[in-house]
């Protein structure tokens, strides 16, 4: 199993950027596509966007496409989330997850998460 570690949250006015890493250890990461998901207080854990192993292929929720970039580092084993353009409603607990196989939109097909990073963005 992966361990994972997001890094990077913060509070950041709207229009704002932020860049979200997250680590990982105990297995080599290009074994994994990875995804990142966020929940906020009282809703369910959304999907945000998705890289394959290889880096080679991304998908991203409709609500943050052209606003955020996933993109993964293998030699440094992190996976990062480039935000720009925040809103108010991209405020959420943030985090990564590993998974074989392909890339995918449902947190249940995730292996292993890591403890979250909180974003809050103000208007």
């Known amino acids: 199993q992966v361990q994972l570690v997001e890094s990077g949250g913060g509070l950041v006015q709207a229009g704002g950027s932020l860049n979200l890493s997250c680590a990982a250890s105990g297995r080599i990461l290009s074994m994994y596509a990875m995804g990142w998901f966020r929940q906020a207080p009282g809703k369910e854990r959304e999907f945000v966007a998705a890289?394959?192993?290889?880096?080679?292929?991304?998908d991203y929720a409709d609500s943050v496409k052209g606003r955020f970039i996933v993109s993964r580092d293998n030699v440094k084993n992190t996976v990062y989330l480039q935000m720009n353009s925040l809103k108010p409603e991209d405020t959420a607990l943030y985090y990564c997850a590993s998974r074989f196989g392909a890339n995918s939109r449902n947190y249940y097909s995730y292996d292993s998460w890591g403890q979250g990073t909180q974003v809050t963005v103000s208007s």
């Open positions: 890289v394959t192993s290889s880096g080679r292929s991304t």
